[in-house]
């Protein structure tokens, strides 16, 4: 179960550890339910997600490489979703834009 608020969320991103240690999912799950939850309302969500990941690979680039999140796709594909707006078909034959941080102009 993801974080139900604000503070939950960045809380449990700005621990010292994964929460599976506690017996909770990874940081990774959290921030990407994050994203994909509209309920939940986060102020400058794809800032607060994008600045956790691009400092999570730069502190964490010499780590073995089972636990470097350079070589972890979930944490790209993360980071690819926030910044790439990305439009799907719907079932109607149309196209809707996907949410995206960084939109291309």
Do not use: C
């Not at 990774?28 to 939940?40: G, N």
């Not at 691009?54 to 980071?79: C, G, M, Y």
């Amino acid at each position: 179960m993801g974080p139900q608020s604000a503070q939950e969320f960045i809380r449990a991103l700005k621990a010292p550890a994964d929460p599976p240690h506690a017996g909770g999912p990874f940081k990774i799950v959290i921030a990407r339910k994050a994203w994909d939850d509209p309920s939940l309302y986060i102020i400058n969500k794809a800032e607060v997600i994008v600045e956790w990941i691009l400092t999570r690979l730069l502190k964490e680039k010499s780590k073995e490489r089972d636990a470097n999140p350079i070589f972890d796709v979930q944490h790209w594909e993360l980071l690819s979703d926030i910044l790439v707006s990305v439009n799907t078909s719907k079932s109607d034959g149309s196209t809707r834009a996907v949410k995206a941080w960084l939109v291309p102009y």
